[in-house]
């Protein structure tokens, strides 16, 4: 394990989750005072389907206690970020349309 990783893991008290790196926030990798450390967390790749995106968010939003676990299947909270992102339609299928 890196010993940046190490340090933010002891500092959280609780190991990294897969969707997390710790950054060096001055850009020197040798320098790892929990000061200069920062937790990203790293995005979905480019394409995903809004369904996917949705249920990525809720895992972040669970994993950092924002969002309970019970609202996890809430048709307000699906309907509430559904309509948040937009639809996107392609040229081909608007001359169909």
Sequence with gaps: MSAHRAV??????RKLY??????????IKTDNRID??????????AGIRKSD??????????AYDLL???DL???VLRDAVE???P???LESEDAHA
Excluded: C, Y
């Design 8 to 13: 933010m893991e002891d500092h959280l008290n």
């Design 18 to 27: 897969d969707f997390e790196s710790v950054h060096h926030i001055n850009g």
């Design 36 to 45: 200069n450390l920062e937790i990203w967390v790293k995005p979905q790749p």
């Design 53 to 62: 995106a949705i249920e990525w968010a809720k895992k972040i939003l669970v």
């Design 68 to 70: 309970p676990k019970a």
């Design 73 to 75: 299947s809430s048709e």
């Design 83 to 85: 309509s948040t992102i």
């Design 87 to 89: 639809t996107i339609r």
